[in-house]
């Protein structure tokens, strides 16, 4: 048995025209944001599943159905033969895919070959619109070139997982040059997770972008959000997320609609010299 694990539904059409064998699990988490931190699994859920309905709106009822009642196919991973990854490079599909592999590290496998799914990119930089938004022929040749991952690698997703959900910055930096090489711009992306932790008085890099992208005039948000998509795709944010940033940015204080204020041109000169891109 052979199971695909597609990050979101925007790959689902495309991917059903394929005609690919095996069973489909449909990934509707971002785990980019929000509270990582549980003792069990039902708790960790459950903080999931009232962080994005207090802060998305989604009814608790349809993040059960929609998120938590697919997770039955990754719960006894050893009945396939075969499961693949689709997922992306950026960090919003990086922190999913370590989810993933941390939990299915903790099965036993030896029957079981994880493949990671990777699109084509010379650079993380490289502006890629998600499997979603490419033909079909390009698909079945992405997945003909599908990645085989060792027990190794699943340890180090553990690890890293481990880390990214502790907030532990320290031991993520160290690992970030460890990284077997299978996990392609696992350094660049990383790095970049960590360049959105700093404190309360300094812009990090998101907000960074967010605020120079509005110093330097727009004429909308739909305008600042492709703005941002140009020069931060490194980060794979959709819409909400970056409305969430925008919303945080002004309970800051540092933007009044798409104008800084004085606080935010502060923010923004402090953060100037934190970051080299």
Known sequence: MILHVLNGDALLPNFKRCSFIGDVMIWRECL??????????????????????????????????????????????????EINLWFEFDLFCQANMFYILHRLAKSNLSNTTVYWVQPEQNSVKEFFGGFGNINNQQLKDFYAQKVPLKVSDLMFAVQVWEAYSANDDQTLSQLIDKAPSVFRFFKEVFEAHLQRNTDDFTANRIEKRLLEAIQNGVSSEIDLLHRFWENESIYGLGDLQIINYLNNLQQKGWIFELSLTDAGVAALYNSTNSFSF
């Open 32 to 81: 980019i944001e929000g509270p990582l931190m549980a003792q069990t699994e039902v708790e960790f859920w459950q903080q999931r599943c009232a962080y994005i309905s207090n802060t998305y709106q989604v009814p608790r009822a349809e993040y059960q159905h929609q998120v938590v009642e697919k997770l039955y196919k990754i719960e006894n991973p050893a009945k396939y033969a």
